[in-house]
């Protein structure tokens, strides 16, 4: 339990987005994939993900960690089978966003959140879990739906209430997959980050230095190992290589500041490392499936 503990206090949480949709047309979006994690609500009817198209039925909860691609089906009946960039060019024929709870059919709420631990780890996709199905969890439907109210509403204290209580949804997701002994294993390695103080500092390095050659000699420095033993070192204890990390926490900042900036692409791409802007335009849509210039397109559509 002092592990798990360990870990909550070691997290910080921002808060993304939410909204509540009413699916007009079921659709299914191939292979979506964003940085953030995401709770999707099913207010009326059903979705389905994965390869064999598991349910989410009304009152169930998907959680969608961030980093991770996956093909979810929106609304029951026969679907309109389309790539995320399609889905963004016509969006407006099957989503509708609603500032109430006025839920037709079929309908869900979501809310979209960060996760890192040390301020430099998301969390959830260094667990390296699937999507999963929440049942039986009224808390963190009523977080969903709290959070979706506060967003609809210019009370006094908005910004703070909607931080307080998106801190508690990812507790009570914690809390959800401890008490289910979900993904014990995942959990037993993630608690390595606090058990060496290389690593740590190796996160550090790498968030700090994005726009820097981060080659596995500069790692091996930093961690004070051989190069030839860093990679392994650095896969042991994570489950991933120390490369394609650094490609996520690249593309991870690409995606805010194409949601917060007016920089172009090849600054983006210069100030997260890429010198060669054609290189990161193709490695971006390798990872998100659509060009990085349709992903500002898409962060716009989505705050209609």
């Not at 592990?3 to 939410?18: H, P, T």
């Not at 401890?178 to 294993?185: H, K, S, T």
């Not at 190992?225 to 990390?245: A, C, H, R, W």
């Amino acid at each position: 339990m002092e592990d798990y503990n360990r870990i909550i206090e070691s997290l910080s949480v921002s808060f993304i987005k939410a909204r509540n949709i009413n699916i007009l047309q079921p659709v299914t979006i191939e292979n979506n994939y964003d940085v953030e994690n995401s709770l999707l609500y099913v207010n009326s009817g059903s979705l389905s993900f994965g390869k064999d198209s598991e349910k989410v039925q009304e009152g169930e909860i998907l959680f969608v960690p961030g980093g991770k691609q996956v093909t979810i089906t929106y609304g029951s009946g026969d679907a309109v089978v389309l790539s995320k960039d399609h889905f963004l060019n016509n969006k407006d024929k099957y989503f509708k966003s609603i500032s109430d709870e006025s839920f037709g059919n079929s309908a869900y709420s979501y809310v979209s959140f960060d996760s890192k631990v040390f301020d430099s780890v998301n969390f959830f996709a260094s667990l390296d879990i699937p999507s999963f199905v929440v049942r039986g969890n009224p808390q963190l439907s009523s977080l969903i739906l709290n959070i979706n109210r506060e967003c609809n509403q210019n009370a006094p204290g908005k910004g703070r209430i909607i931080k307080v209580l998106t801190e508690q949804l990812v507790v009570e997701l914690i809390r959800h997959v401890i008490q289910n002994r979900l993904f014990v294993e995942e959990f037993a390695t993630n608690s390595t980050y606090f058990k060496d103080p290389r690593l740590i500092d190796i996160f550090a390095y790498i968030k700090e230095n994005l726009q820097n050659d981060l080659s596995n000699k500069v790692l091996a420095n930093v961690a004070n190992v051989s190069e030839d033993y860093v990679g392994q070192y650095f896969k042991m204890l994570t489950g991933i290589n120390p490369q394609d990390y650094i490609e996520y926490q690249r593309m991870e900042v690409a995606v805010n500041l194409l949601r917060t900036s007016k920089k172009s692409i090849r600054e983006i791409g210069k100030e997260v490392g890429y010198k060669d802007t054609a290189y990161f335009c193709r490695r971006f849509k390798m990872m998100f499936g659509i060009p990085a210039g349709k992903m500002r397109r898409r962060e716009s559509l989505m705050n209609l």
